[in-house]
């Protein structure tokens, strides 16, 4: 049977992609945006294994599915075409039709990619030190270079915070940093420590933009070494610090100030409650902590990002959590909760802006980290845009407060964070 037909029966015949197969079949809409072409049996057969996006991703991953077009386009199409219900009998007619049994077996490996990530970071206590360091390195040391060209100057690789519908990414990234500054009252002399800093941008924004001495600590030993030598080339040194370290092992304490940037989703939910504890211990009374994560929009159901594409190629042991959850333990470990906000439609945005960066350096970054890592990176952003856009996932920055011994607070009556103007450019 033409595999352009079996394309047809599970998309429907007006799905709005152009299909190719190696078979020389065709199927869609003929010179669509998008164009979706099997190159090879084992395409069919990483589907038929691992039914799904992962099947999918492994085949694109590979080499053997190819798509033309926009990624985040050809991904929202392709959504909406699944929502075609086939019964288990006709999944089975159309798995017969197709070669039956022997689609399963012999099994594909995977493709080398993905036997690269498993290789680094199964084995091991999950989240323990050595685990955690496994799995951020796998993430963030592909190549400075590379993020340099996604995500552009700012070297931001967090949800930004468009202050208008004309605001460029940098400017975004920028707002989004000064607004999280502005969240916890910093001031010149204050004392920031931010965890999981990446390549440093809050740091340096913090001890540029307000005279805060400001300490970050990342487990990537490349953002360490890229945001070091920033701080040296923007005259820092004496208010900025990035160190290659377990957030764990921060000795000092005292702090007027805590931002997690990106980090509780790679905590784990059972360690969540240590966690806010131990940030709780690192503030002086009357400190705050503003804590900026990825979220799901509900509190049921498991956490884990296991078994599919994101925790394979992109996050090993990602865990994300509901708002609620969130609030909850940190309520639990002392703070007083002051503020929260949803950023959804904002991390859309900028994972839009960060597609646009990749896609301009297409050639540029296949030569640098190869074309298995090239397709992980341009597949993963682009769904996860759509997961942003459909509320399949949230951002959430939830802001706390340690009391004085007398309970007070020392937030103002109304949030005032949002009076400041909006910066015009990165950091």
């Not at 610090?241 to 990106?262: K, M, N, Q, T």
Request: proline share 6%.
């Amino acid at each position: 049977m033409a595999l352009a037909k079996v394309f047809e029966r599970i998309a429907g015949p007006d799905a709005p992609v152009e299909f190719r197969a190696y078979d020389g079949s065709e199927a869609g809409v003929t010179g669509a945006p998008v164009r979706i072409t099997v190159r090879s049996p084992v395409a069919v057969s990483y589907i038929a294994q691992a039914p799904g996006s992962l099947g999918m991703a492994r085949a694109y991953v590979a080499g053997h599915l190819d798509v033309d077009g926009d990624m985040y386009t050809a991904l929202a199409r392709m959504a909406q075409a699944q929502r075609v219900h086939l019964d288990v009998a006709e999944r089975l007619r159309i798995l017969g039709e197709l070669g039956g049994p022997k689609l399963l077996y012999p099994r594909v490996p995977p493709p080398a990619q993905e036997v690269r990530v498993r290789r680094r970071w199964l084995g091991g206590q999950r989240h323990s030190k050595r685990r955690d360091a496994s799995a951020i390195a796998h993430h963030y040391d592909v190549s400075n270079t590379f993020y340099e060209w996604v995500l552009g100057p700012s070297m931001a690789y967090t949800c930004a915070c468009y202050p208008d519908e004309d605001a460029t990414l940098e400017q975004a990234q920028a707002y989004k940093h000064d607004l999280v500054a502005r969240k916890l009252a910093l001031r010149p002399g204050m004392r920031l420590l931010d965890v999981g800093c990446g390549w440093g941008g809050m740091v340096r924004h913090a001890a540029r933009e307000h005279g805060v001495k400001a300490l970050g600590v990342t487990l990537s030993a490349q953002q360490a070494t890229w945001a070091q030598q920033a701080i040296e080339r923007e005259g820092l040194s004496g208010l900025a610090e990035v160190r290659h370290l377990d957030y764990r092992d921060v000795p000092e304490s005292g702090f007027d100030a805590v931002s997690s940037i990106g980090l509780t989703e790679h905590i784990g939910k059972a360690q969540l409650p240590a966690y806010f504890s131990f940030l709780f211990g690192k503030l002086k009374p009357g400190g705050r902590l503003l804590n900026h994560c990825i979220t799901r929009p509900d509190n049921s159901g498991s956490a884990r990002l296991a078994g599919g594409f994101i925790n394979r190629y992109v996050f090993p042991d990602g865990e994300l959590e509901g708002p609620g959850h969130l609030v909850s333990v940190m309520n639990g470990a002392g703070f007083e909760i002051r503020h929260e906000e949803n950023l959804r439609e904002h991390y859309a945005r900028t994972l839009a802006a960060w597609c646009a960066n990749l896609d301009a350096h297409w050639h540029e970054a296949v030569a640098e980290v190869g074309p298995g890592t090239a397709r992980v990176w341009r597949l993963y952003m682009a769904g996860s845009r759509v997961g942003f856009d459909h509320n399949v996932v949230e951002l959430h920055q939830i802001l706390g407060v340690r009391l004085d011994a007398d309970g007070s607070s020392h937030m103002p009556l109304r949030p005032d964070w949002e009076s400041a103007p909006a910066p015009v450019a990165a950091g």
